[in-house]
């Protein structure tokens, strides 16, 4: 009886709907982009031709979509390193046990909980120069009253802002994980030994927090790659110093109408995203059979 | 079980009957604002004299054009009649969504009552062709609003006449303009000169920089030959957006980046003394404010004044089917009665492209606005509306942007911007390529 | 050092909740006052003057979310009712589909078991805008844009990555014993399935399913670009509002968020325990 299912077709019956609904839904529109970024397909659905790498050469010849790389990649590289210092700098602060501290920790997870599109608009709010509330906050306090979302040199920075608030909790969440995992009885070793609490640091809680760090900052860099809704929300899609990746993918598509040129586009941004996955995949693979064994 | 398959049939039956004897319907949609409101109260009566059922959806401007274009990608649009902005109209005629309406429109409406710009930018591709893709509806232009009771304070008015040497008074020219912005900004009370359209999130910043380029001599291109260097970055485009940056000095806090929504705001919390808006935002502001309000026209630079071309006309979709497309024709050759007409203009922010009504003096009295609305008119002109208008309103956005941030010199913004113009149109088939 | 400690979980924990705090005060307020050059921060009963801190406080915003506002086809209700059924539906699918899927990889020996799981979870870093316009082209010819169920299909899949991972983890830690028992005394795989893997595993089901239904509530990029028209969720409704020429109404807006948001921060507590396995794909247990 058993073996029938070991060996049998029916085992496959259970994991069948999940493949099928996953090539239909990924595998298939992926493929079938490819032939869309070969022709000049429009979004209202017109007629469209073959028009070879055409479309390719056009990314690699308009510098707004080098200019979008290089946005994303300074988003994510300095989204990421703020959240994971705040976040850590939060888990340490909070290891030890005290009477509040999953009240405290509750709250402070609130932010990576919200829906980041109505979030970002509601910071809108906040940071309009004109009645924001951060300003006259500012204002009360005699500082001076930047246009937060608006000057060229602060709206990058704003939207850095408002990913940091709504995701340095993920960061705080592993990191906690993180330092618990360490045994005590291995700090216990140390003072004996009489290290200081920076050698103590350095030597046993950063690398033994360092797997699973790396591991949050992976998770975290592919979702802050594909970071849109706050962009959306904040600056909009074509706002030259905010415009990354998928700001400017949808600005192509939705607004211009060019979905090969948009689909072509994509395709090349998907190759550093490959690239970035299979890092992280590999990464994960390694974490698990640590974990396992 | 019998009982159940009766009833099941039944139900059948009762909705057959309902889908055949639903009421004939027509789905316009438009963008959010008071004259989409008035348009639908028209429709109603269409619908107690036709019974023709109309419905007009509004939806806000900043998503109107994204929805638009998604719902025309579908095998049938949810919408008979599309009231589209003037910019849409070559992608509508040249991608098979608008239904050329050349042959029908002159049996619904006679032509030679449309002021020449409205038809020139509003239903005809290319713009003055004599192919007709959309019938008149609204006209539009920018205007200023501006706080006519900081304008009529005997304190106010010594003190500028002390300190400029004249009356205060509604500006004329864009001189006169930057003296009386400069004279009310206030920061530290919280009160500023000016807001003019600065915004990034679709073409405000564009339909702001407009009236400075045209008046100063500068253009958005060749419109036979499309060649744009020389045109766009000339040594008066460069003068002209050199002083809109200039004014920018005297603009509310966050006025650099100002859009149709945010002016509204800024001058409804009483903090700006003149904004610069399309008249159907207005009436809104009339209401909540009264004697408070008054109306300037865009100003002029010596003997130049253009003012941006605002406006939609009725464009019927192609991928509706052909009884719909009847009835929505209906409602339109409807519409188009003068006695329709008449009633249109007294509704807040609607105004017709009928020559002889916008100088009727029942169209003047309507609104406070609408005098200065009528003088504006033959100052119209617009931005591109060739397929690819999109992209290079956004490239204008981008560079017009950094110039007023201070990113970029304004000759090394307009230089860079003609030539991704020209890139943009060379792509699109329509300027030779070098 | 313990003095600075506080100090710096304090401030952060000031400054990271006064948004939120200001979200609940915007909700009390008349839009006038959300709009004021004026910084209004105290509620009081009465409106105070012009230029200072008190605002008359009301609940007027939290009574008017069932009347539809200018600009909108229907009330906030009505989009969270879309939001709900959305939601719903799509997080039962993943966690069926997603449990069915783990409970082959945990038991059978499948031939490149490993490569499998990695493709499915490979699925999940794919960016949404890459995928969205094939998947746009697919639903128009179907006709499933702007239907409800054209986004719980998408929602299931996106989905289905974390619910496959977080069950596998849930199923392997449920002894095969169990299992083997019922089989010898007579059950069929499906019916060991049913009634001795089910239960034991309901509580894991329940935790994938609330991070299956965070990430379906919250999602805005699917939903703007397929679902503009008929089947709006509530992130769309609310991002639709701006440019509102009667402004956005900003009471409304607050107060609509808070009640949209109480269903997630109520779930996150109930699964505390879990968030860390939820948020890493089971990789790490606590």
């Known amino acids: 009886m058993r ?44 007629n469209s031709s073959w028009v070879g790498v055409l479309n390719y050469k056009f990314v690699f010849k308009f510098a707004k979509y080098g200019q979008a790389l290089r946005t994303t990649a300074l988003f994510v590289f300095l989204a ?110 140390a003072a004996i030994d009489r290290a200081s609490p920076w050698r103590t640091f350095r030597r046993i809680t950063l690398p033994m927090c360092a797997p699973l760090l790396g591991l949050a900052v992976l998770l975290r860099a592919t979702d802050a790659l594909k970071q849109f809704d706050l962009i959306m929300a904040l600056t909009g899609p074509n706002d030259r110093v905010t415009q990354t990746l998928s700001a400017l993918l949808y600005q192509t598509v939705f607004r211009d109408g060019k979905v090969g040129l948009g689909t072509a586009y994509s395709y090349v941004i998907l190759v550093l995203v490959i690239a970035l996955a299979s890092v992280f995949l590999r990464y994960m693979g390694r974490l698990q059979r640590e974990s396992d064994s | ?374 003088e504006s008119l033959d100052h119209l002109r617009d931005f591109w509306n060739v397929p690819v208008y999109n992209e290079l309103l956004a490239a204008a956005v981008q560079h017009l942007g950094e110039a007023l941030d201070g990113v970029r010199e304004p000759r090394e913004a307009l230089d860079a911007l003609a030539e991704e113009h020209e890139m943009i149109l060379m792509e699109a088939g329509l300027l030779e390529m070098q | 050092m313990r003095g600075l400690r506080f100090l710096f979980v304090g401030v952060y924990l000031c400054l990271g909740t006064l948004p939120l705090l200001w979200l609940g005060i915007t909700s009390l307020k008349e839009r006038p006052d959300t709009i004021s050059v004026h910084l209004k921060w105290l509620p009081s009963g009465a409106a105070g003057a012009e230029d200072d801190a008190y605002f008359a406080a009301t609940l007027d915003a939290y009574r008017q979310l069932g009347v539809v506002y200018a600009g909108a086809d229907h009330a906030f209700y009505h989009y969270l009712k879309n939001s709900a059924l959305i939601g719903l539906l799509s997080t039962l699918a993943s966690v069926f589909i997603g449990t069915s899927a783990a409970y082959g990889f945990s038991r059978f020996p499948i031939p490149g078991a490993k490569d499998w799981l990695f493709f499915i979870l490979s699925t999940r870093f794919l960016p949404p805008l890459a995928v969205v316009v094939p998947v746009l082209m697919m639903y128009r010819e179907f006709d499933l844009q702007n239907t409800h169920l054209g986004l719980i299909i998408l929602y299931t899949v996106f989905n289905l990555s974390l619910a496959v991972w977080l069950m596998k983890g849930f199923i392997d830690e449920i002894p095969r014993a169990y299992e083997e028992a019922a089989l010898v005394d007579g059950y069929s795989r499906l019916q060991a399935f049913r009634l001795i893997i089910i239960p034991r595993a309901a509580s894991g089901m329940a935790v994938t399913g609330v991070f299956c239904l965070i990430s379906a509530w919250n999602e805005y990029g699917f939903a703007m670009t397929l679902n503009n028209q008929d089947a709006v969720t509530v992130p769309v409704y609310f991002a639709g509002l701006q440019g509102n020429v009667q402004g956005i109404p900003w009471p409304q807006v607050c107060a609509g968020v808070l009640l949209f948001v109480a269903p997630i921060i109520l779930f996150t507590v109930l699964v505390r325990r879990h968030l860390l396995r939820g948020v890493t794909f089971g990789t790490l247990k606590q």
């Open chain 1, 80 to 189: 990421v390193a703020c959240e994971l210092l705040l976040g850590f700098g939060l888990a340490y602060a909070l290891r030890d046990r005290f009477a509040l501290k999953p009240l405290v920790l509750t709250v402070l997870l609130v932010p990576m909980m919200l829906p980041q599109a109505v979030m970002g608009l509601f910071w809108k709010l906040i940071l309009n120069g004109n009645y924001g509330a951060l300003n006259q906050f500012l204002g009360l306090l005699g500082f001076s009253q930047p246009q937060w979302i608006t000057d060229p040199d602060l709206k990058f920075l704003s939207v850095l802002m408002v990913d940091v608030w709504m995701w340095t909790p993920f960061m705080m969440l592993i990191s906690l994980a993180a330092l618990q995992a360490i045994p005590p009885h291995i700090y216990e070793a």
């Open chain 2, 1 to 374: 079980m019998e009982r159940a398959v009766r009833g099941g049939i039944l139900l059948l039956c009762l909705s057959w009957a309902s889908t055949v004897w639903a009421e004939e319907k027509v789905t316009i949609w438009w963008a959010q604002w008071e004259p989409a409101a008035a348009l639908q109260i028209l429709g109603n009566e269409f619908e107690e004299e036709t019974g023709i059922a109309v419905e007009v959806k509004q939806i806000p401007w900043p998503s109107y054009q994204d929805q638009v274009f998604l719902n025309f990608g579908n095998n049938r649009t949810d919408f008979d009649i599309v009231i589209g902005d003037s910019q849409w109209i070559g992608r509508g005629a040249t991608k098979g969504l608008y239904l050329e309406l050349t042959d029908w429109l002159p049996s619904a409406v006679d032509i030679e009552t449309i002021h020449p710009r409205a038809a020139r930018y509003l239903c005809e591709y290319p713009p003055g062709s004599g192919k007709f893709f959309a019938a008149p509806c609204e006209t539009d232009a920018i205007g200023f609003v501006y706080r006519k009771d900081w304008f009529e304070n005997e304190g106010e008015r010594a003190a500028f006449k002390t300190r400029y040497g004249r009356e205060l008074q509604p500006p004329d020219t864009w001189q006169e303009f930057r003296d009386v912005a400069e004279f009310f900004h206030r920061p530290e009370q919280k009160r500023y000169g000016m807001s003019l359209l600065t915004g990034r999130g679709y073409d405000s910043i564009v339909m702001g920089f407009q009236p400075f380029l045209w008046a100063w001599g500068g253009d958005w291109g060749d419109a036979e030959t499309f060649e744009v260097q020389g045109h766009l970055n000339s040594d008066g485009a460069v003068e002209g957006l050199r002083f809109f940056k200039d004014l920018l000095q005297f603009a509310t806090e966050g006025g650099e980046n100002a859009d149709y929504y945010f002016n509204l705001e800024a001058f409804s919390n009483g903090s700006t003394a003149m904004v610069l808006d399309y008249f159907p935002f207005y009436p809104g502001i009339v209401e909540s404010m009264g004697d408070q309000v008054g109306f300037f026209k865009v100003p002029r630079n010596g003997d130049r004044r253009f003012i941006s071309l605002g406006g939609q006309g009725f464009s019927i979709s192609k991928k509706t089917p052909a009884h719909q497309q009847e009835l929505a024709k209906q409602f339109i050759a409807w519409f188009q009665q003068r006695r329709v007409q008449e009633k249109w203009i007294t509704y807040p922010g609607c105004f017709t492209a009928n020559t002889e009504l916008l100088e009727s003096d029942a169209f003047r009295a309507a609104s406070p606005y609408n005098a200065t609305f009528a």
């Open chain 1, 3 to 46: 073996g029938d299912w070991d060996r049998g077709w029916l085992r496959y019956g259970f994991i069948a709907p999940a493949l099928v609904l996953l090539v239909a839904m990924n595998i298939f529109p992926l493929l079938y982009s490819i032939v869309l970024s070969f022709t000049n397909a429009d979004l209202v659905g017109s």
